[in-house]
């Protein structure tokens, strides 16, 4: 069935979870805030696009999940703790089934970090989604890419490439079982790394998140710091969903190249190692060490290691 773009907003985006620095939310010209006191505003926007960063046909919630996900992964490699988010969305027609799974995937993941929806926009046109979102951060310090300096041990959570090996699986239609299963979800709900982020934001000296490919992503932390990286492959954790499905020059690629991760990759000024490995909520691993120079070079088993595929990029 149709609806009115009123109808829409009304029935699935005006109403939910409430928050006390909202002032004014979804329905006026504009939202008004309460800025938080003693505290420095962090925002940014994200847009994904159908057949671009998501399979045409893609569950709509799952759909309202990532356009959310993609947007926390960036406040959370900021150290800062997200509070509210602007939705834009462009669809080809008010189709109400899809709207509310979108609508439920999207807020479901906005109520587990305390997440409110304060406006935003509709369109008819080609599938696309744009969140902005907005937190704060200390005013004692948050995260950049800039941060990393000659001796600091470069590190990752999660494990990149499972990712974009679901998205394979995805693609290929591959022969269900537990790991593809895990590997698609992987990809379809990827999982924003706002604790991580808010833990490391006093120990890491640098930190990204992973979106277009761990080594292309390394390169850029790299090239804002103004330091070199040597990244050990044989470090890179392990997946066994992946090794199941995949051979082994196959997930090294994926790992390295894959994108759509959503981890962070971060460097650690080494006194800062044991408070780090102390209180892990998810597995993080020492993938390799920052030193001078430009650029990343790959290493496995001591030897230089050539890489074939470095990354996702739009205009290449
Ligand atoms: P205007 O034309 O003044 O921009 P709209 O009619 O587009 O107003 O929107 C009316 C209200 O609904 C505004 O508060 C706007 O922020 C909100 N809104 C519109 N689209 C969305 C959406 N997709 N999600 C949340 N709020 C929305
Ligand atoms: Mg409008």
Redesign the pocket.
């Known amino acids: 069935m149709s609806l009115t773009?009123?109808e829409?907003?009304a029935r699935?985006?005006?109403h939910h979870d409430a928050r006390a620095d909202v002032l004014l939310?979804?329905?006026?010209?504009?939202?008004v805030l309460e800025a938080m006191p003693g505290r420095k505003l962090v925002v940014a926007l994200d847009t994904i696009v159908e057949g671009v960063h998501f399979p045409a046909g893609t569950a709509a919630a799952d759909v309202g999940h990532r356009a959310l996900a993609v947007n926390l992964s960036d406040l959370a490699a900021m150290g800062a703790q997200p509070s509210w988010m602007?939705?834009?969305?462009s669809m080809p027609q008010a189709d109400e089934q899809w709207v509310a799974g979108f609508a439920a995937g999207l807020l479901e993941l906005a109520r587990q970090h305390g997440v409110v929806?304060?406006?935003?926009?509709?369109v008819r046109g080609p599938l696309a989604i744009t969140v902005q979102i907005g937190g704060w951060v200390e005013p004692d310090g948050w995260l950049t890419r800039a941060g990393a300096r000659p001796g600091d041990q470069l590190w990752v959570s999660g494990i990149p490439g499972e990712a974009a090996a679901g998205l394979a699986v995805l693609q290929q239609s591959l022969a269900p079982g537990a790991a593809a299963t895990h590997l698609a979800q992987r990809f379809l709900r990827p999982q924003p790394r706002i604790a991580l982020g808010r833990r490391l934001r006093l120990l890491a000296s640098a930190a990204m998140d992973v979106s277009d490919g761990l080594l292309t992503d390394i390169e850029k932390l790299c090239a804002a710091s103004g330091c070199a990286a040597q990244l050990d492959i044989d470090a890179l954790p392990a997946s066994s969903a992946m090794s199941e499905l995949f051979g082994a020059s196959e997930c090294v690629q994926l790992a390295l190249a894959g994108g759509d991760d959503y981890e962070l990759v971060f460097t650690v000024p080494p006194q800062h190692a044991a408070q780090l490995r102390a209180s892990a909520e998810l597995p993080l691993a020492q993938i390799g060490v920052i030193s001078a120079g430009s650029g990343v070079q790959c290493i496995r088993q001591g030897r230089p290691f050539a890489v074939a595929r470095r990354g996702y990029d739009h205009f290449a």
Request: proline share 0%.
């Open positions: 773009e009123f829409i907003i699935y985006f005006a939310g979804v329905g006026d010209d504009a939202a602007l939705l834009s969305v929806l304060v406006g935003g926009d509709m």
